[in-house]
């Protein structure tokens, strides 16, 4: 029997189908190791010993660890079939070592989708584990730690925030940066009017626009009057324009060019799935690749992976899909004419390149056939997927564009249109693309047309608008910040921060987003540059292909960070909160306005910790009276800061509730466990009841039967007290 581990339960279902008999395949869950929080500073990394990493085993995952190592010794063959990734090729490095496996001879392999043919394929063709691509991974989780510990220290202590990590800080200072921007425009904003004429042309109304006064641009005209005469407005010399309208225009050119060709759009990328996904039908990034990934690893009635791996930055379509199913499909469906080339795109700065675009992973699953077994939300998506990458191998559009001038009293206006003369990829992907296509009549020069209505209408110039899922996620591929793999995530740490807000798609900066960068812009400029996390996933992707050595690259981001770190852990001043006015009645000192590590507010003294006086806030009533005791009920907070309804007779009076609609309603109770004359071990001697075996947290117990009237209990293991 041979063991393969991938990383997905619902992957190792799928895969055990295509694998037969002769083969075991078990899930490692995600990771089995991470680094530890022990050591100096908590790292778990021993930097004076070359960054030498202290591994450990979370412990939820020992017992899978255990279950893998039996299974191992057991097996003939180990194969490693973890994710086509840097984590991936990590987790297999990581498996190899705790499961006593050689690294240099255990068998790695990897599945670019889940279908038979790939799979069995990619077995039979093994390599081993990429060591360098491990190393890359390493300084990368190494670096994020120091970063993401050294920042949090930092955070909590001088100003009262929670945490900081390398790339969620740099994805940060974009949104708070834009929205400064907002926030500052409105004193630089600038007014100007648009005016268009409708013209009847046969049975149909087009619009024209004004675009030359004179001669000249009407941009231009505006732009020289109000410099050179400062008393008329805008809206003045557009009424003024309004009013020179003839009630005829006459055409005084017609030009057109046929045979324009648009090309489609290249395949999906992970960072362009998240985008359009949001765009057409509102998805999260962390929806979206929540569904691609149910998507790649086949959980459907087929159990087959219905797409290809989802975390790219990768355009490319294999010749085999494109040649043995994209041709073939186009050819049956459309005819000969609507297939197009193999296109190639420029790689990008940054792009690894190592996977196909996103694609389906058969052309005969179409959408309809695949939306009968999948959710609807999943079936939009791979929609989507599919038309995006069948229209990328098809033939461009080509249309007829035409466009018409019209003049009277001085004033040019200009009438554009275009007519589809072959649709192309359009057949398979027109409902994804906006169709504001205008088809004009056959128009001759010496025409004239009435205008049957004019309109000026007043704009101001605008600020660019506040980032959403969507276009944040392109700001940072453009500036190297993260990799596919990181891009959800990195806006879902944000909001569970409350760095920022996501109101219907938008990311607004809050108070204490802003707070955090504009501390670490003070101390840590390096961090939320826009270039410093771009410049570190090119020393990861060079460690990746043996261009740069690990220790090298530790050592250099190590020093430069640390010395920022030693530097604003001398200047930095703790913040002291915002003073109420009051004075401590302790010490006599101002009393603060502070927020704890959990982010609550609370009133405090400004001498702590030599005062540790913390004002009592007055509770909030409910407005309700205890159904217990009639005492008023309050809001209260819980540890973890959720709020509930609480007693304010407390501790008198325990009653609580969850929520005012809970209040009054009877509770549920749990039935009394019943106990057999065979569980009693011997009588209660504090009340006479039976004693029997019980289990707590950490131990087993004998416990009164009578509880919680009786709370007598003996401790079973031999050192416990026996109370």
């Given at each position: 029997?041979?063991?393969?581990?991938?990383?997905?339960?619902?992957?190792?279902?799928?895969?055990?189908?295509?694998?037969?008999?002769?083969?075991?395949?078990?899930?490692?869950?995600?990771?089995?190791?991470?680094?530890?929080?022990?050591?100096?500073?908590?790292?778990?990394?021993?930097?004076?010993?070359?960054?030498?990493?202290?591994?450990?085993?979370?412990?939820?995952?020992?017992?899978?660890?255990?279950?893998?190592?039996?299974?191992?010794?057991?097996?003939?063959?180990?194969?490693?079939?973890?994710?086509?990734?840097?984590?991936?090729?990590?987790?297999?490095?990581?498996?190899?070592?705790?499961?006593?496996?050689?690294?240099?001879?255990?068998?790695?392999?990897?599945?670019?989708?889940?279908?038979?043919?790939?799979?069995?394929?990619?077995?039979?063709?093994?390599?081993?584990?990429?060591?360098?691509?491990?190393?890359?991974?390493?300084?990368?989780?190494?670096?994020?730690?120091?970063?993401?510990?050294?920042?949090?220290?930092?955070?909590?202590?001088?100003?009262?925030?929670?945490?900081?990590?390398?790339?969620?800080?740099?994805?940060?200072?974009?949104?708070?940066?834009?929205?400064?921007?907002?926030?500052?425009?409105?004193?630089?904003?600038?007014?100007?009017?648009?005016?268009?004429?409708?013209?009847?042309?046969?049975?149909?109304?087009?619009?024209?626009?004004?675009?030359?006064?004179?001669?000249?641009?009407?941009?231009?005209?505006?732009?020289?009057?109000?410099?050179?005469?400062?008393?008329?407005?805008?809206k003045q010399y557009a009424d003024a324009l309004l009013a020179r309208i003839p009630q005829e225009l006459t055409v005084t050119n017609v030009t057109g060019t046929k045979g324009v060709k648009t090309y489609p759009a290249f395949p999906f990328t992970t960072s362009t799935m998240?985008?359009?996904?949001?765009?057409?039908?509102?998805?999260?990034?962390?929806?979206?690749?929540?569904?691609?990934?149910?998507?790649?690893?086949?959980?459907?009635?087929?159990?087959?992976?219905?797409?290809?791996?989802?975390?790219?930055?990768?355009?490319?379509?294999?010749?085999?899909?494109?040649?043995?199913?994209?041709?073939?499909?186009?050819?049956?469906?459309?005819?000969?004419?609507?297939?197009?080339?193999?296109?190639?795109?420029?790689?990008?700065?940054?792009?690894?390149?190592?996977?196909?675009?996103?694609?389906?992973?058969?052309?005969?699953?179409?959408?309809?056939?695949?939306?009968?077994?999948?959710?609807?939300?999943?079936?939009?998506?791979?929609?989507?997927?599919?038309?995006?990458?069948?229209?990328?191998?098809?033939?461009?559009?080509?249309?007829?564009?035409?466009?018409?001038?019209?003049?009277?009293?001085?004033?040019?206006?200009?009438?554009?249109?275009?007519?589809?003369?072959?649709?192309?990829?359009?057949?398979?992907?027109?409902?994804?693309?906006?169709?504001?296509?205008?088809?004009?009549?056959?128009?001759?020069?010496?025409?004239?047309?009435?205008?049957?209505?004019?309109?000026?209408?007043?704009?101001?110039?605008?600020?660019?608008?506040?980032?959403?899922?969507?276009?944040?996620?392109?700001?940072?591929?453009?500036?190297?910040?993260?990799?596919?793999?990181?891009?959800?995530?990195?806006?879902?740490?944000?909001?569970?921060?409350?760095?920022?807000?996501?109101?219907?798609?938008?990311?607004?900066?809050?108070?204490?987003?802003?707070?955090?960068?504009?501390?670490?812009?003070?101390?840590?400029?390096?961090?939320?540059?826009?270039?410093?996390?771009?410049?570190?996933?090119?020393?990861?992707?060079?460690?990746?292909?043996?261009?740069?050595?690990?220790?090298?690259?530790?050592?250099?981001?190590?020093?430069?960070?640390?010395?920022?770190?030693?530097?604003?852990?001398?200047?930095?001043?703790?913040?002291?909160?915002?003073?109420?006015?009051?004075?401590?009645?302790?010490?006599?000192?101002?009393?603060?306005?502070?927020?704890?590590?959990?982010?609550?507010?609370?009133?405090?003294?400004?001498?702590?910790?030599?005062?540790?006086?913390?004002?009592?806030?007055?509770?909030?009533?409910?407005?309700?009276?205890?159904?217990?005791?009639?005492?008023?009920?309050?809001?209260?907070?819980?540890?973890?800061?959720?709020?509930?309804?609480?007693?304010?007779?407390f501790p008198k009076c325990k009653y609580t509730a969850s929520s005012i609609k809970d209040v009054g309603a009877e509770k549920e109770v749990a039935p009394k466990k019943e106990y057999s004359k065979l569980d009693i071990v011997k009588p209660c001697p504090k009340c006479g009841?039976?004693?029997?075996?019980?289990?707590?947290?950490?131990?087993?117990?004998?416990?009164?039967?009578?509880?919680?009237?009786?709370?007598?209990?003996?401790?079973?293991?031999?050192?416990?007290?026996?109370?």
């Amino acid at each position: 029997m041979k063991l393969v581990i991938v990383e997905s339960p619902t992957k190792s279902e799928v895969i055990s189908r295509f694998l037969g008999k002769d083969y075991k395949v078990i899930a490692s869950e995600g990771h089995i190791r991470d680094l530890s929080t022990s050591g100096k500073g908590g790292l778990g990394i021993v930097v004076e010993e070359d960054f030498r990493p202290l591994w450990t085993i979370p412990t939820k995952k020992r017992k899978l660890v255990a279950l893998l190592s039996n299974e191992a010794k057991k097996s003939e063959e180990v194969i490693l079939a973890t994710d086509p990734d840097r984590e991936g090729e990590a987790i297999s490095w990581h498996l190899a070592e705790v499961l006593n496996l050689p690294v240099d001879k255990t068998k790695r392999v990897t599945f670019e989708e889940i279908t038979r043919d790939v799979v069995l394929e990619s077995v039979n063709n093994p390599r081993t584990i990429d060591v360098e691509l491990v190393h890359a991974q390493e300084a990368r989780r190494m670096e994020d730690r120091i970063v993401g510990f050294k920042l949090s220290t930092l955070l909590q202590r001088k100003i009262g925030l929670k945490s900081a990590g390398r790339v969620q800080s740099a994805a940060l200072r974009l949104i708070v940066d834009r929205q400064e921007e907002i926030d500052n425009y409105e004193s630089k904003k600038q007014e100007y009017w648009t005016i268009d004429v409708a013209i009847k042309i046969g049975n149909r109304t087009y619009r024209a626009a004004l675009t030359k006064v004179d001669g000249e641009p009407i941009a231009k005209k505006i732009d020289e009057l109000n410099k050179n005469a400062t008393n008329i407005s805008s809206k003045q010399y557009a009424d003024a324009l309004l009013a020179r309208i003839p009630q005829e225009l006459t055409v005084t050119n017609v030009t057109g060019t046929k045979g324009v060709k648009t090309y489609p759009a290249f395949p999906f990328t992970t960072s362009t799935m998240q985008q359009l996904a949001y765009s057409k039908f509102g998805f999260s990034n962390a929806k979206t690749q929540s569904l691609a990934q149910r998507l790649f690893e086949g959980n459907n009635a087929e159990h087959i992976g219905l797409i290809t791996y989802l975390r790219t930055d990768s355009t490319r379509i294999s010749p085999h899909f494109y040649e043995k199913h994209a041709v073939p499909y186009i050819k049956e469906r459309f005819g000969d004419n609507y297939v197009g080339v193999l296109r190639a795109s420029k790689k990008t700065e940054g792009e690894q390149g190592a996977h196909e675009a996103i694609r389906p992973t058969g052309t005969h699953r179409t959408p309809e056939v695949v939306a009968k077994y999948v959710t609807p939300d999943e079936a939009k998506l791979y929609r989507l997927i599919y038309c995006r990458a069948l229209a990328s191998t098809m033939a461009p559009k080509v249309s007829d564009s035409s466009r018409i001038i019209l003049e009277g009293n001085g004033l040019e206006f200009v009438l554009t249109g275009s007519k589809t003369v072959f649709p192309g990829f359009m057949a398979i992907y027109g409902e994804f693309e906006d169709d504001d296509e205008v088809s004009l009549p056959d128009i001759q020069e010496g025409e004239t047309f009435p205008v049957d209505s004019k309109k000026g209408e007043q704009k101001f110039t605008k600020a660019n608008p506040p980032y959403n899922e969507a276009s944040i996620v392109k700001t940072m591929e453009e500036n190297g910040i993260g990799r596919p793999s990181t891009y959800a995530t990195t806006v879902e740490t944000l909001i569970k921060r409350k760095y920022i807000s996501a109101k219907r798609g938008v990311l607004t900066p809050t108070e204490t987003g802003k707070k955090c960068i504009s501390f670490l812009e003070s101390y840590f400029p390096d961090v939320v540059d826009l270039t410093y996390t771009a410049d570190m996933e090119d020393k990861l992707d060079k460690i990746a292909d043996s261009e740069l050595g690990f220790l090298a690259a530790m050592t250099d981001f190590y020093e430069k960070f640390n010395a920022s770190y030693e530097a604003a852990k001398a200047k930095a001043e703790r913040e002291n909160g915002e003073l109420t006015g009051e004075l401590c009645p302790e010490c006599g000192k101002p009393l603060v306005r502070k927020r704890n590590k959990q982010g609550f507010e609370f009133t405090g003294c400004s001498g702590w910790p030599e005062c540790k006086y913390i004002k009592k806030e007055p509770a909030k009533k409910v407005g309700m009276d205890c159904p217990d005791c009639g005492a008023p009920l309050i809001f209260k907070k819980s540890k973890k800061g959720s709020t509930f309804i609480g007693c304010s007779n407390f501790p008198k009076c325990k009653y609580t509730a969850s929520s005012i609609k809970d209040v009054g309603a009877e509770k549920e109770v749990a039935p009394k466990k019943e106990y057999s004359k065979l569980d009693i071990v011997k009588p209660c001697p504090k009340c006479g009841g039976s004693l029997v075996v019980k289990k707590g947290k950490r131990a087993e117990f004998l416990g009164c039967t009578n509880y919680p009237k009786c709370h007598y209990h003996e401790w079973l293991n031999q050192k416990g007290k026996k109370k």
